[in-house]
């Protein structure tokens, strides 16, 4: 599940005037079918790796059916990148969208504002929340319903090398970003090696904002907040962090070449989610010593907080399903306990169920390093319909500050003003 900067530019301009096609708001029902007796076929876009992780979802999808054989799964493979453009289109015009999806979470309210997903709250898919950890499930919520349900989670932390760490004299991961940057420099000055490569996509920058007590926006206040003084901060932080910090940033290929550098010993340290992990452990640095590779929360700000996204995906119900009853069960089944261990086991994903943290799944060093830092630092992003779409002028004056072409100020005022023109009603605090 690589982000890279291709996902803030891919991001269009929600259409918030569009209108959903099928059903209602209310999906209660005076006397809910049993389990059993819930028939008919529903068709079900899969997002995940075609490769490596279908394979295990393929094989739940058949114990559904054993148990349940009055129900048909219609599997179809979608390709992250597509399922978006792909989803909406055809929730739009009502023909060809699945009865169940498996989406990111950072689209479900975009989803639910436009009417295209159904409420899940009192239906057999969301029986029980109380198993649920709080960040994933906050995630699908939107004005106080409930649209889908967890399924995998992952946030940001920090990935070192524990041997440079060592060489260096630096006995634990660094817990705040002066402490970041200037570990890094230790780093260099000792061992050769870069202490950091820093990510310029705008989804790396959400802990440097979370940490300075700064976001994109406040719903509550209507304000766009991405230009005040403690995003001035945080971003100030970040050049710094390239400047001082980090190996020199290749702009046009810079995810990948900051995979490169880590997995090769010759940068330190990354602020980077599990699913890089298992190209990190391919590398030179990693290999037949898995070991070496150290787990920490991201960096804390000047008030003493470390914050990062939550990210991952949740099944959500087609609003215009034609089988909303084999929807809600097919979105139980695959999201319960017993799944969630088997995807854990198969996929190596962070499940979303406390009780799906079992002693086989954690054996999993990457599950059992993720776990405490999606507790500890995890929390939702800011809950707007166009939430994606801000990742976009937020990404171009971001390297335009980093590259030196924008002040920290002026890039900022500039993206506060893109901000506005896909909020509407919003000032800028």
Not at 11 to 17: F, P
Not at 51 to 70: C, D, H, Q, S
Not at 132 to 141: E, V
Request: glycine share 8%.
């Amino acid at each position: 599940m690589r982000r890279g900067i291709s996902i803030a530019a891919a991001v269009t301009v929600i259409a918030l005037t569009a209108t959903a096609c099928g059903g209602s708001d209310d999906n209660s029902s005076s006397k809910p079918k049993a389990a059993g007796d819930i028939s008919g076929t529903i068709t079900y876009w899969d997002t995940s790796d075609a490769a490596t992780e279908a394979p295990t979802y393929k094989a739940l999808i058949k114990k559904f059916e054993a148990k349940y054989p009055k129900i048909k799964v219609n599997y179809q493979s979608v390709p992250f990148s597509d399922v978006e453009q792909k989803f909406k289109s055809a929730a739009k015009s009502g023909k060809g969208a699945p009865d169940v999806v498996r989406t990111d979470v950072g689209l479900m309210a975009e989803y639910a504002s436009l009417g295209y997903i159904a409420p899940l709250d009192g239906t057999i898919a969301l029986k029980d929340t109380s198993d649920f950890n709080s960040g994933p499930l906050n995630t699908a919520k939107y004005n106080g319903k409930t649209y889908g349900v967890p399924s995998v989670t992952d946030t940001l932390g920090l990935l070192y090398n524990k041997d440079l760490l060592k060489k260096a004299g630096i006995a634990q991961p660094p817990t705040t970003w002066d402490e970041f940057i200037t570990d890094s420099k230790t780093i260099k000055k000792k061992t050769g090696a870069y202490g950091t490569y820093l990510n310029p996509d705008s989804y790396f920058l959400l802990p440097l904002l979370y940490s300075n007590n700064a976001d994109m926006a406040d719903t509550s206040a209507k304000k766009i907040t991405i230009s005040d003084a403690n995003a001035v901060t945080a971003i100030t932080t970040a050049k710094k962090i390239q400047d001082e910090a980090s190996m020199k940033v290749d702009y046009a290929n810079a995810y990948q070449n900051m995979q490169t550098a880590f997995k090769t010993g010759k940068v330190a340290m990354l602020v980077q989610g599990p699913w890089s992990v298992s190209e990190d452990l391919s590398g030179s640095a990693f290999k037949g010593k898995e070991t070496n590779l150290g787990y920490a929360p991201v960096p804390a700000g000047p008030g003493g907080k470390a914050q990062a996204p939550t990210g991952g995906h949740n099944l959500a119900v087609y609003q215009g399903s034609k089988n909303l009853d084999a929807g809600y069960l097919f979105t139980q089944f695959m999201t319960s306990t017993d799944s969630q261990v088997e995807i854990a086991k198969g996929t190596g994903t962070l499940p979303t169920r406390k009780s799906a943290y079992t002693a086989e799944v954690t054996a999993d060093a990457k599950i059992a390093g993720f776990k405490p830092i999606l507790e500890q630092t995890a929390r939702p992003r800011v809950a707007l319909p166009q939430v994606g779409s801000l990742f976009t002028p937020l990404a171009q004056n971001y390297v335009k500050i980093l590259q030196g072409s924008e002040d920290v100020k002026a890039g900022l005022d500039a993206t506060a003003k893109e901000f506005q023109k896909l909020l509407p009603g919003y000032t800028i605090g």
